[in-house]
């Protein structure tokens, strides 16, 4: 089972936006050490919790800083960006880092009104274009050629949920699944019916190896943002805080999603997900107040799955 990481940038209370960006590229040099496959990273615009909304340019740092591992975005947002730029960019990232770089989408629009309007977002619904576009582009078919010219395509995967997952399946690429989709098998199986040979589900979700308070913290950021709307910073966990009877249900849903625990209970729960799912790689997507935690719970996990 290969394994690897999406870092989001997340920031923490206290601390200016940078020292999250510095954190990703400090992460992405231990899982490095630590063996896993891939690397990836975000993109999220104007959010406070978030410390970079350029997947491309930290790409770019992770992948100097790093020799082998692969290196991706989970992903760039296909609303944000026309085809032909995002082809070139990636495309310069390759011809820099041969071999190593990977091409996640996705169709997220801005997370407030005034960030959609910021970003320029049309409302109408042109994924499956901007996709097909984006392949022809990286695979050298299409009408204009995307440069630099490389000897091998990208390799292109979807972020998807519910609509996004047939249409992938309908285009033959490789998808990447986490939240209500991981338990939903009907949808997971209409996939893989529709891709064929080309089905390749990549399963997302948090894992945290360590004390349970460890997950309070992104879970408490998913409560605030489902309940005032702004996606906050990390802080640390407090398991006194006051919460509205709305939040503390989000927060013990969160948690719950969350496979957190000693090395037993996460091994426990990962064979559960990776067998309900078939899944054919697993990208670990946690984050906690506490980086030192986090790099050891990082390690725990390369060791486990091993």
């Known amino acids: 089972m290969r394994i690897s990481l999406l870092d989001r940038s997340r920031t923490r209370r206290g601390e200016p936006d940078s020292a999250a960006v510095v954190g990703t590229v400090e992460r992405a040099r231990r899982a490095e050490e630590l063996g896993f496959h891939r ?9 406070p919790g978030i410390g970079s909304g350029a997947p491309t340019v930290l790409m770019a740092a992770v992948a100097a800083a790093t020799e082998r591992i ?50 320029r977002s049309d409302a109408r619904d042109t994924f499956r274009e901007d996709l ?16 630099p010219r490389l000897d091998a395509p990208v390799p292109l995967f979807v972020l998807a949920t519910g609509k996004g997952l047939a249409v992938a399946g309908d285009l033959g690429l490789p998808v990447v699944v986490g939240g209500p989709v991981l338990d939903d ?13 080309a089905a390749h ?6 894992v945290l190896i360590g004390a349970p308070e ?11 943002a489902r309940t005032t709307g702004e996606f906050p910073p990390l802080e640390p966990p407090d398991p006194a805080r006051r919460m509205t009877d709305r939040q503390r249900g989000a927060v013990d849903r969160a948690v719950a999603r969350t496979l957190v625990g000693d090395e037993l209970t996460v091994a426990s729960r990962l064979d559960d997900l990776l067998s309900r799912t078939a899944a ?27």
């Open 39 to 47: 690397f990836w990273v975000a993109e999220h615009h104007a959010v």
């Open 132 to 147: 097909d576009d984006l392949r022809a582009l990286l695979d050298g078919t299409a009408p204009v050629t995307a440069r």
């Open 70 to 119: 692969r290196v991706g975005s989970g992903g760039v947002m296909l609303p944000n960006h026309q085809p032909l730029v995002v082809a070139e960019q990636v495309g310069v990232l390759a011809a820099l880092h041969p071999g190593r770089i990977d091409l996640g989408v996705g169709r997220s629009l801005g997370f407030t009104a005034p960030v959609r309007r910021a970003l």
């Open 214 to 224: 460890l997950a309070l913290p992104e879970a408490w950021a998913l409560a605030a």
């Open 185 to 197: 098998p009907a949808a997971l199986a209409d996939y893989r019916a529709r891709a064929g040979a």
């Open 280 to 306: 054919d790689e697993l990208m670990i997507s946690s984050s906690t107040w506490d980086r030192a935690a986090l790099a050891e719970s990082d390690a725990k996990v390369a060791a486990l799955l091993r």
């Open 201 to 206: 589900v990549i399963v997302s979700a948090d």
